[in-house]
Every structure is written in C-alpha cells, then in structure tokens.
C-alpha cells in the first residue's frame, strides 16, 4: 500500500547512544515532516523539508539532525540520545496543497534509559 | 503557550450520546484540519476547513470554522464506540507554508 513507512516501531536507546529513525513515502511528495508527540501535548514539529535538498529547524529540534537526499526518504537522526527524547516519534508528508492533509506514519516508540 | 488550545482534553461518555469537542486560538488561521488518531497509529484526515463560517458534516461528525478564522468545533451526534480515539485539531497560517500546528488533543471514550 502506498503511504508513509517508518522504521523501527519501537526501540530502547541508551543515555548517549545515537540512532536513525527512518520515513520513506512512494507518493511523490514534495514536503515531509518529524513531529514527536508527548502524552498531552499535541504533535511539535522537529524538523520538515520542502524537497529533495532543502530542509529548515521547526519548533523543537535540539537533539536531532535531518537529511533530504532523496524525495523519497526523510531520516531523522538523533546523536547523543537524552532521556528528553523519550517519545513517540512520527513522520508525515504531503505533496504540495495542505488542504488534503498530511499522511502520516505509524510512528517510532522511543524509550531512552 | 499553546497557539491551539483544545477542550476538553479527556471526554468519557455513552453510546448514543453527543458531544462537542473545541479548539480555539487568538491567532487567525487560513485553514484548520481536525484529525482522528488510534492507538498505535498516526493521525488520519477527517475534513479541513478554509472559509470564516464554514460548516462541513461527515456522516455523525459536524465541523464548524469559527467567523473569525480562529476557532473551530467538532460536534459527534449519536456517538458510537468505534468514535473512540484522539481527536487532534491543526491549523494553517498564511506565513508558515505548509507547516501545521497542532493542539494538544482531546481523548474520547465512548463506552457500550
């Protein structure tokens, strides 16, 4: 099925660890997104990219780095995994107009101990 | 500070009830969105809403946009268990592209 695929689902990260979480989409979409979400607090937005090449800061992304190499893969990397990063962690798109809305992934689940 | 602050954030009623669910903000969106989440899965599309006034029903659920642009209200008639979820509202401005912003959330349970 088309659509947004993440990998893992769940992971257990050690207090200074890195890792990569991966967001692929077959969609041809232009923009991707990371956001995390909290219990009771909504979806922040960590980092998006409006294309191949292109990406910018969103509301909170201290901790984590991105790339866009591709239109198709939009990985977000954490280095020095916090106990702050325990989160879910979900990845969307959407090709150009926003009215259809984001696709999202099924998410990564984050513990860091 | 919250730019979509939704209410009520926890809502626990029974079948055959109705419910209203709000999401308000002293910022002037040029779209707002409402989505649905499940347990273990991302949030999904259920309507957006771009015009001061608008009103959009989809089957039960009834989506209004404030005339201001600044809020928005989801109203559930006859609410069924499998309504249950994380109502999730998100709004568009004119200089964040296509970047969204989302309130925090209202978990509804709707219990037989």
């Known amino acids: 099925n088309a659509g947004v695929t993440q990998t893992p689902k769940f992971r257990i990260l050690k207090i200074g660890q890195s890792m990569t979480l991966q967001c692929t989409q077959d969609?041809?979409?232009?923009?991707m997104y990371w956001y995390r979400q909290d219990p009771g607090m909504g979806l922040k937005l960590i980092y998006y990219?409006?294309?191949?090449?292109?990406?910018d800061k969103g509301e909170v992304p201290n901790g984590y780095n991105v790339s866009r190499s591709t239109t198709e893969d939009f990985p977000l990397r954490l280095e020095l995994a916090a106990p702050s990063q325990t989160s879910v962690y979900f990845c969307?798109?959407?090709?150009?107009?926003?009215?259809?809305?984001?696709?999202f992934g099924s998410g990564t689940r984050l513990t860091v101990v | 500070t919250q730019l979509l602050e939704q209410s009520p954030q926890f809502l626990s009623i029974q079948e055959g009830e109705n419910l209203t669910v709000y999401c308000n903000s002293s910022?002037?969106?040029?779209?707002l969105q409402w989505y649905r989440q499940e347990p273990g899965e991302g949030p999904v599309l259920l309507v957006t809403?771009?015009?001061?006034?608008e009103v959009k029903k989809l089957k039960r659920l009834t989506f209004q946009f404030g005339d201001a642009r600044k809020d928005s209200s989801l109203h559930i008639t006859a609410a069924q268990p499998g309504d249950t979820g994380l109502y999730l509202c998100?709004?568009?401005?004119?200089?964040?592209?296509?970047?969204?912003?989302f309130g925090e959330g209202t978990q509804l349970t709707v219990n037989p």
């Open positions: 969307a798109s959407v090709r150009d107009r926003i009215f259809y809305g984001y696709t």
């Open positions: 969609m041809n979409h232009n923009y």
């Open positions: 990219s409006v294309g191949a090449g292109i990406t």
């Open positions: 910022s002037v969106f040029s779209s």
């Open positions: 809403v771009v015009t001061g006034g």
């Open positions: 998100a709004g568009a401005r004119e200089t964040s592209g296509s970047r969204l912003t």
